[in-house]
């Protein structure tokens, strides 16, 4: 079945590079990416995708503060598309806290379904970094798949790990001003 809403979307730098956030008729996010528009419309499942600065200004808000070590938790409304099944995982997702990760088995134990299904959704999160699909890793604690790629995975891991104190970041993640996130 084809999707037919309507989404509107913006795209903001970070110290991370171009993110871009997607929400729907309600003011939920639909769908978030590392990217432009062609990575956003890649989480969205079809519908309309039209600028909407004003609209996803909440969510950019937040995105901004995590950046800036000022938030740890996102509160925006969220509205993925998705199976029961994923939307329990994704909620799971959710609950890992900051800085910390789990592994695929952790998931699928809190979830009671299979490591392997726990993939499955994680792979399939459209709304990355607000639902941390990122701090989820091997049953060794190796960094696996991200849709992003693991290096994005390792900066965000590594960005949690220092506390999200603008001056206590990986080099990799340091804006050319030194004393503070540029946020154009």
Not at 10 to 35: H, Q, R
Not at 54 to 81: D, K, N, Y
Request: overall charge positive; charged content about 20%; aromatic content about 8%.
């Amino acid at each position: 079945m084809k999707d037919t809403r309507t989404y509107h979307f913006s795209t903001f730098n970070t110290p991370m590079g171009a993110f871009s956030v997607a929400v729907g008729p309600d003011g939920a996010v639909a769908a978030a990416a590392f990217g432009g528009g062609g990575a956003l419309r890649a989480r969205l499942r079809g519908g309309e995708m039209l600028p909407g600065a004003g609209r996803t200004a909440a969510a950019r808000e937040q995105v901004e503060e995590w950046f800036r070590g000022r938030r740890r938790e996102f509160s925006v409304g969220l509205s993925p598309a998705g199976t029961v099944f994923q939307r329990r995982v994704w909620d799971a997702l959710r609950a890992i806290p900051f800085g910390e990760t789990r592994s695929y088995a952790d998931v699928a134990r809190a979830v009671g379904g299979s490591a392997r299904a726990v993939g499955r959704a994680n792979a399939t999160n459209p709304i990355c970094l607000i639902v941390p699909c990122h701090r989820v890793v091997g049953s060794d604690g190796s960094l696996t798949g991200y849709a992003f790629g693991l290096d994005t995975k390792r900066r965000l891991l590594e960005f949690e790990a220092a506390g999200q104190r603008p001056d206590h970041l990986p080099r990799a993640l340091r804006t050319a001003d030194a004393n503070a996130l540029s946020f154009p």
